[in-house]
Structure formats: structure tokens, C-alpha cells
């Protein structure tokens, strides 16, 4: 396999489609914070969000799946889980698991362009990857979606328009460092059991090393590298790896000076598995890593960003790490 640029991760080229520009944040560049900076503001906010976050609309979803896997396929279908192929490596949800999960795309005379994923994180704001926003300007935002093509899933079904759009600021392309964006909604969502918000990790959440952790990656990307989405949301579970693993692995290409000048560090998160096969691929870009915490709440942990290929073991996905104090930082300044 050739090691060039056309082997990263990147969304679908875009359809040309002439979209009003929509106003951005007033946010200059700074210089970023370390992570041990106590003006980092990173303590739980006063909201009315923060208790109803992190609660699947599933009981057991994950356990339930596991014991189908092991049942031969004729019995799968008595459980309500379909042949689809699997984000990679990965099989179908079930119907409104993860209430947090959001679409992002335009709107055209002839439906909806989706291109990327996107986490709620309150009642009026969706975190997603920058890069979603190098080649388009994104006008809507999807919410309790299951399967984007079946008309079964209408009724928990709600889209929002985009008001403004956030880049980190210390987010510049094609450098991968900071790869964040907040999306404010035109209106608040009103929260709901297949409609809620993910918990983000406050406070001493943000001392957990999660290295060697199982982890939870959802979203509606391609099943294989240059691949076709799922129209369906899947998921996957994958490992965190120390950073040192991507480091040393994206190290031997020869665009890492492009895209990561300063080497991989704690502002990124190395996921993956061992053996390979598991992974996001186009399409899953600005979708949640999760993990699950106290209380059975999943917290975001990581926001799909670039990779080598798809599955490939030799190459772990690449995520914008939310633990990193100084982004959790920014994510509190601007939607909380």
C-alpha cells in the first residue's frame, strides 16, 4: 500500500451547492493552555441539562447484542438485528440507543446532503469535527435518527437549523490539532428519552486515564474504506491506546510533519483494536467515542478526526480528545 495522502480518512467530495454564510464566533486565536493550567475552567455547570445527560433509551443494549452475535443467524432475526454490514467492524444499534447521537448535512430541493455526525452536548448546542466545516457550510441538524432512509423512523425524528458555527481556534488546516466545532441550534431541543444530550466529563472525570479502556464509537459512516455509508447508525466497540501507539505509527508517513507537526500528543485520542477491523471511516467524522461511567451515564471521551485507511491495525483512528482539559475548557466557554 502506497503512504500518501489518499489513504487518510476523509469525508465525501462535496456537491457543488451555493449556501448563504452563516455568522461565526468572534473567538480570536490564542495560544493554547496547558493542562495543568488553573485557569482552566472545567468544573460541572449550572444546567438543567447536566442531570437528564449520558442515559441510554436502551437498557442492556450491549449485552443483548453480544449474546446475538454467538446465536446462529437464523435466530438473530428474533431479536431484531439485521444483516447490514457493520461503522467498521462493527453490526447495527438498536432503535434510539444513543439519544445523543445528531446528523449533519444541508438541505437540498431534493431532501438532505448528510456528511458528517455530531454528539448533542445541551439543549442547544452539537459538537462535531472542524474539518466538517472545511469544504461545506452545514444548515441542518438531525436528531433521533436511526435509519435516515426508512420512513419508519419519522416519528422521533426532529431537524434543527444552524445558527452559528464554532471553530476551535487553534484549529488550521490541514494541521489536525484542536479538530472541534460547536454547532448552535436555531432553537432549543426539548429533551426527551430518544432525544438527550451526551454527559461531558466535569471536573474529576477529566483525571481518568482511560489507556486500555473499551470504548464506544457510533455513527453512519462507511462500512470499509472508500466504501458506501450506512444509512443505518452502527456501532463499535474499540480500545484506547496509549498516544505513544499513534505517535510512533503515524510517525513513519510522510504527510505527519503536514498534519502534526508537533508530533501526537495528550490533545488527541489513539483508538482501535489490536488485531485490527475495528474502526470510524469517512463519514463517521465529528461522531462521539463514549465510555460508560458512574450511575450506567456514558460520557464523551473522543470525537472522530482522521486515521490511515479504516480498520487497518497498523493505524489506530485519530480523535479530538475531550479529556484534554484545555478543550473541555473551550467547549464550557462557548456552549455552557
Not at 216 to 231: V, Y
Not at 237 to 243: A, K, S
Amino acid at each position: 500500500m502506497s503512504r500518501n495522502q489518499r489513504h487518510f480518512r476523509k469525508n465525501h467530495l462535496p456537491t457543488v451547492v451555493f449556501q448563504r454564510e452563516l455568522p461565526r464566533s468572534c473567538v480570536a486565536p490564542v495560544e493554547e493552555a496547558a493542562s495543568g493550567d488553573s485557569t482552566l475552567d472545567i468544573s460541572t455547570p449550572s444546567s438543567s441539562s447536566i442531570t437528564t445527560c449520558g442515559r441510554s433509551a436502551v437498557k442492556f443494549i450491549s449485552s443483548r447484542f453480544e449474546r446475538a452475535r454467538e446465536l446462529p443467524k437464523r435466530f438473530a432475526a428474533l431479536l431484531d438485528i439485521t444483516a447490514r454490514p457493520p461503522v467498521v467492524g462493527g453490526f447495527e444499534s438498536q432503535r434510539n440507543a444513543w439519544p445523543w447521537m445528531a446528523l449533519i448535512g444541508i438541505k437540498k430541493e431534493d431532501g438532505f446532503d448528510w456528511f458528517c455526525g455530531g454528539v448533542l452536548i445541551n439543549d442547544q448546542w452539537v459538537l462535531t469535527a472542524a474539518h466538517c466545516l472545511d469544504t461545506r457550510v452545514p444548515t441542518t441538524v438531525r436528531l433521533g435518527e436511526h435509519n435516515y432512509e426508512s420512513e419508519n423512523d419519522d416519528a422521533n425524528v426532529e431537524d434543527f437549523e444552524i445558527s452559528q458555527l464554532v471553530r476551535h481556534p487553534n484549529y488550521s488546516f490541514p494541521v489536525a490539532y484542536h479538530d472541534l466545532a460547536l454547532l448552535q441550534l436555531s432553537t432549543k431541543v426539548i429533551l426527551k428519552r430518544y432525544i438527550s444530550p451526551v454527559c461531558l466529563p466535569w471536573g474529576a472525570e477529566i483525571l481518568r486515564n482511560l489507556t486500555g479502556r473499551t470504548v464506544k464509537l457510533t455513527g453512519w459512516g462507511d462500512t470499509q474504506f472508500a466504501g458506501r455509508p450506512s444509512p443505518a447508525l452502527q456501532e463499535v466497540d474499540v480500545t484506547m491506546f496509549p498516544i505513544s501507539t499513534c505517535q510512533n505509527a503515524y510517525s513513519t508517513l510522510r504527510q505527519s510533519r503536514v498534519h502534526w507537526p508537533r508530533g501526537i500528543g495528550q490533545e488527541t485520542v489513539c483508538a482501535g483494536h489490536e488485531q485490527g477491523g475495528r474502526d470510524a471511516c469517512q463519514g463517521d467524522s465529528g461522531g462521539p467515542l463514549t465510555y460508560q461511567g458512574d450511575e450506567e451515564k456514558y460520557f464523551l471521551s473522543g470525537i472522530v478526526s482522521t486515521g490511515y485507511g479504516c480498520g487497518n491495525k497498523d493505524f489506530p483512528g485519530i480523535y479530538a480528545n475531550v479529556l484534554h482539559a484545555p478543550h473541555l475548557a473551550w467547549i464550557k466557554k462557548v456552549a455552557f
